[in-house]
Each structure stands twice: as structure tokens, then as C-alpha cells.
């Protein structure tokens, strides 16, 4: 299951693509042939019905995604500098009002043995949602986005207690490792830094993203690095984060080893960043990967 936002990114020249990261994994997981169940919430207005006619297409399951009448279809203005997106996150969008007895109503009849959401949707008063559904779903993958002003570090902190996996770049593991005084963050001990904070949070696993300098898988017991991949001809990098989180959970799902995990999750980034957007429609684009991972 798969809890969050869904929102359009609009881009220069009033440019919008659909995205929001919770709604960019379930749409490549459902590419790369899942049936993940996307819990969330938008507008009544025509973003929501766009919303719900591309998942139709796409052929995700709608059942979870509640309409609000009172609030919008989440909106997130995105300015590029030199290729790096800078995000613009409105408040009070519909995303924002997750009605949690609905939530858990659409589990009835559903087999969930994982449960994927990011930090922004604990914000407003879907936090309530979210904490109902972790009770009742006790496999937990965090995937962190840190997105000034709406993010405090205690209330991330709490999200990420029982967490079973957790997903972070290098700025949000300095955001979570300096209160805890685990290590002075530099280049030089990046990878100890991570390696002592999923220690001392009890982590099974902890996917760390460093752009240009690739990233880690690491446990308790081991750490894998991976090298990021040469981009020809790059477009931006919004959503290169969350097609790594998608790969990551199918190589979970999948018991693919770590290592091919990273690997693979690094190749998916990278193809992102030569498109615009988060949610490619060319289902052929997923195949080729899967045949590129000998997976059918």
C-alpha cells in the first residue's frame, strides 16, 4: 500500500505533470507489473478527475483515492536552477485531509504486508490517517522529503520510529543525524554517519541518495555503495529520487539482493533525469528494464 499525495508539478511556462512522490512509486510499480494500492485524496475539481482518468489508463486501482469537496487538488510550483528542481509546496490541498476511518474501510479484503509513505503527508490532519494505518500495517517503509517550511524534526522523528526501512539523502541524513551528535557530516564519513544512524534507530535497511555521488544500501551488518550513472542528456532531476525508492521496493518485494537492488535502482534514477516529469506513459520503457534485469 502506498500513502500520500498526489499533485500536479507545475513547471515553467505554466508546464503541469502529475506527481507528488507517493503517486510516482505506485505509478512505477505498477509499471514494472505490481498492483500497488495508492491511498490518497484530491480535489472536486477537474485536476481530480484527470488524476483519476490517467490512473484509469494506467491501469491503477482508484478505490483508494477519496474526494474532498472543500480543498484542492494538491498543487507544487517548480522553478529549475542549473537542472535542480526548487519546490514550492501550497498549503491546505487535499492531499492535506486523509479521512482515516475511509483508509481503513479500503483495507477490508486487501492483502498489505508493506506500507509506503513519505513525511509530507503527516503535515495537517492526515497524520491521523497515517498513524491508523501503521497500526494496522506493521512492515513500514519511510521515504523522507524534506520540504522547508513543512517539516519539524521531531514530528519526522516519530514518523520514522518503527520504521522497518527508511529512504533519505545526504541533506535530510544531516537533518536527522545532528541532534543525535552521531558524526560530523562530510564526504569523508557520509557513509559512517548513515551506517551509525540506522544502528542506532534499528533500521533493517537504509537507502541513501547522494545525486552526482550515487548511494548507499546499508544494515546493520552490511553496506553496499553503488556509482551514479552518466546522464547524456539531462532534463531535471525531479522524481529521480522516487524511481529509486519504486526499485528499491521492488527489489524487496522481489528478493533481489541488496546490491543488485542498488544497482538497479540507481539505473532507473538515472533514465528519469532524461525526461520531463516523474511518470513516464510508456509501458515499454518498464519492460525494457525488467528484460535489461532478466525479470518478467
Not at 515553467?12 to 500497488?36: D, Q, R, Y
Not at 494500492?37 to 478505490?63: F, N, P, Y
Not at 501550497?90 to 482515516?100: I, K, R
Request: some cysteine; charged content about 20%.
Amino acid at each position: 500500500m502506498i500513502l500520500g499525495e498526489v499533485l500536479f508539478d507545475l513547471f515553467p511556462g505554466n508546464v503541469a505533470v502529475l506527481g507528488g512522490a507517493p503517486f510516482n512509486v505506485a505509478w512505477h510499480l505498477k509499471g514494472f507489473g505490481l498492483s500497488p494500492l495508492l491511498l490518497s485524496r484530491v480535489g472536486e475539481d477537474s485536476r481530480g478527475e484527470h488524476i483519476l482518468s490517467t490512473m484509469q489508463t494506467w491501469g491503477m486501482d482508484t478505490a483508494g483515492i477519496q474526494i474532498d469537496p472543500a480543498h484542492p487538488t494538491g498543487v507544487v510550483r517548480v522553478a529549475l536552477e542549473e537542472g535542480q528542481p526548487q519546490f514550492t509546496i501550497l498549503p491546505n490541498q487535499a492531499y492535506d485531509f486523509m479521512d482515516s476511518d475511509a483508509a481503513l474501510a479500503i483495507l477490508k479484503g486487501q492483502r498489505c504486508s508493506l506500507l509506503y509513505h513519505g513525511t509530507l503527508i503527516g503535515r495537517g490532519a492526515s497524520q491521523v490517517a497515517v498513524q491508523a494505518l501503521r497500526q494496522t500495517i506493521p512492515s513500514v517503509f519511510v521515504d523522507l522529503n524534506l520540504r522547508s517550511p513543512w517539516w519539524e524534526i521531531e514530528r519526522v522523528r516519530a514518523l520514522l520510529q518503527g520504521a522497518r526501512w527508511v529512504k533519505m539523502n545526504g541533506d535530510e541524513l544531516a537533518a536527522m543525524a545532528g541532534p543525535l551528535q552521531l558524526a560530523d557530516l562530510s564526504k569523508s564519513n557520509v557513509e559512517a554517519t548513515a551506517h551509525a544512524l540506522c544502528l542506532e534507530s534499528g533500521w533493517e535497511l537504509l537507502a541513501l541518495t547522494l545525486g552526482e555521488e550515487g548511494a548507499w544500501l546499508l544494515t546493520p551488518e552490511k553496506k553496499y555503495r553503488g556509482k551514479a550513472l552518466v546522464v547524456e542528456a539531462l532534463v531535471d532531476t525531479v522524481g529521480a529520487g522516487d524511481a529509486f525508492s519504486a526499485v528499491t521496493l521492488l527489489g524487496l518485494h522481489r528478493g533481489w539482493s541488496l546490491e543488485s537492488t542498488l544497482n538497479r535502482a540507481l539505473d532507473f534514477a538515472a533514465a528519469l533525469c532524461s525526461m520531463r516529469g516523474a511518470s513516464p506513459q510508456d509501458p515499454g520503457l518498464y519492460a525494457s528494464y525488467l528484460a535489461r534485469w532478466n525479470q518478467r
